[in-house]
């Protein structure tokens, strides 16, 4: 019993070795030469406001409905906000010093707290807001 596997083995020891192994080696030459081109920024990155708070507030003048979304102050001490009227419009970003209304091209205007606002908007007569 032992003869027959020594024999398969030594045949298959000998298939092995009868193959002719070959390696090539292939060289390419390269001539081409890339620059290293990051550039490090020095300047410091400065983050977009954090939201402060953000609703739904209805206007009594018309008894519309707005979105408001107050930012919170950036480092020079503008204040900023995001008001979409009618809800589903695209939103107007509004924006002025601390203690001023903040305003947006058009018309917009907005003074106030984030309880409690007046809002000019174009076409509109000033109205008071809140949730």
């Not at 983050?47 to 408001?68: M, Q, T, W, Y």
């Not at 900023?80 to 018309?107: F, H, I, R």
Request: glycine share 6%; with cysteine.
């Amino acid at each position: 019993m032992k003869t027959p596997l020594l024999t398969a083995t030594a045949v298959a020891l000998l298939a092995l070795t009868a193959c002719q192994q070959k390696s090539e080696t292939t060289t390419v030459a390269n001539d081409t030469t890339v620059a290293n081109t990051t550039t490090v920024s020095t300047a410091p990155i400065e983050l977009p406001p954090a939201i402060k708070s953000e609703g739904s507030f209805r206007c009594h003048g018309d008894n519309s409905l707005v979105k408001v979304t107050f930012f919170e102050a950036k480092k020079d001490g503008t204040m900023t906000a995001s008001v979409a009227s009618p809800v589903d419009a695209s939103p107007v970003t509004l924006s002025g010093e601390a203690g001023k209304p903040m305003t947006a091209d058009g018309g917009w205007a907005l003074s106030g707290t984030d309880k409690s606002f007046d809002l000019t908007q174009p076409g509109k007569a000033k109205q008071n807001c809140s949730k």
